[in-house]
C-alpha cells in the first residue's frame, strides 16, 4: 500500500466530500432536485481532466504562478456559491430557489475541478509503471472511500438534527467551511508570492498534526492550519463574519416576512 496515495486522495475526498454532503442537506431540507448535482459531477469531472493534462501549461501563466493563482481563484468562486447559499436558503418565500440550484451547481463544480485535477496529476506520475499504478490505484481507493464516508456521516448527522436546530448547524458548518476555502485561496496566493506574510502565531502541531486523519478532516471542514499567520487568521475570521452577516441578514428578512404575514392573518 502507497501512503502517499491514502493520504492525498483522502484530503482531497474529504474537501470535496464535506462540501458536497453539506450541499446535499441544503437540497434535503428545501426539497430540490438533484440536476444541479448530476450537472456539478459532470462538469467537474471533465473539467478536473482537461485542468490536470494542461497543468505544465497552466504552471506558467503569471510568471510560473498559474497553479497557484487558478487554485486561489476556484477556491474564491466557491466561497462567494457559499455566501450567495448562505443568503437564499435563508430568504423568504420560494421565488429565490431558482437561483439556488445554479449556484449549487457551480460549487459541486469548482469543488471537483480543484479535488480532482489534484489526484489525476498525482496518479498520472505513475502511470508509466504498470505495477506501481495499480498499487496507487488501490491504495487511493482506500483513501477516497474513507473520505466519502466522512461527507456521508456528516449529511445524516445534520439531517438527522431536530427541524429547531438543524439550520443553525447546517449554517454554522457552511460557514466554516467556508472561512477555509478563503484561508486556502489566501495560502495560495502566499505561496504564490502574492501575499507576503510575518511569522507564525502559534504552532499546535503537537497536538493535533496536519498529516493525521483527525487533522485532515478539521482541514476539510474548517481550513485548519496549524502554524497560521496574522494574514491567514484575520481572513479566515472576516470570511466567517462576513458569511453569518450575509446568512444573518437573509434569516432577517424571513423573520419579517413571518412577522408581517402574521399581522396581516389577524
Excluded at 96 to 105: I, M, S, T, Y
Excluded at 142 to 163: D, E, F, N, W
Excluded at 224 to 232: C, I, K, R
Amino acid at each position: 500500500m502507497l501512503l502517499d496515495a491514502v493520504v492525498i486522495v483522502l484530503r482531497e475526498t474529504l474537501e470535496a466530500g464535506v462540501l458536497i454532503a453539506l450541499l446535499l442537506t441544503v437540497r434535503h431540507g428545501l426539497h430540490l432536485s438533484n440536476r444541479w448535482l448530476w450537472s456539478g459531477l459532470g462538469l467537474g469531472l471533465v473539467g478536473a481532466f482537461v485542468l490536470a493534462r494542461n497543468l505544465g501549461v497552466v504552471t506558467e501563466w503569471f510568471e510560473y504562478t498559474g497553479q497557484e493563482v487558478v487554485n486561489a481563484s476556484m477556491q474564491f468562486g466557491i466561497y462567494v456559491c457559499l455566501l450567495l447559499i448562505g443568503l437564499l436558503v435563508n430568504l423568504p418565500g420560494v421565488r429565490w430557489r431558482r437561483f439556488l440550484e445554479p449556484v449549487l451547481g457551480v460549487c459541486v463544480m469548482l469543488a471537483l475541478v480543484r479535488e480532482g485535477a489534484e489526484v489525476a496529476v498525482f496518479f498520472f506520475g505513475y502511470m508509466q509503471d504498470e505495477g506501481v499504478f495499480i498499487m496507487a490505484l488501490t491504495s487511493g481507493f482506500i483513501g477516497m472511500m474513507i473520505g466519502l464516508s466522512v461527507g456521508v456521516l456528516i449529511y445524516h448527522v445534520v439531517i438527522g438534527l431536530r427541524p429547531l436546530v438543524i439550520r443553525t448547524v447546517q449554517m454554522t458548518l457552511l460557514a466554516l467551511v467556508a472561512g477555509g476555502m478563503a484561508l486556502q485561496a489566501t495560502q495560495s496566493l502566499i505561496q504564490a508570492d502574492w501575499l507576503t506574510v510575518s511569522g507564525a502565531l502559534w504552532n499546535t502541531g503537537e497536538w493535533l498534526s496536519e498529516q493525521s486523519v483527525a487533522g485532515q478532516v478539521a482541514y476539510a471542514i474548517f481550513g485548519y492550519e496549524a502554524s497560521p499567520s496574522a494574514t491567514e487568521v484575520v481572513t479566515y475570521l472576516s470570511s466567517v463574519g462576513l458569511f453569518i452577516l450575509v446568512a444573518g441578514l437573509g434569516a432577517r428578512r424571513r423573520l419579517k416576512a413571518r412577522s408581517a404575514s402574521g399581522e396581516a392573518f389577524q
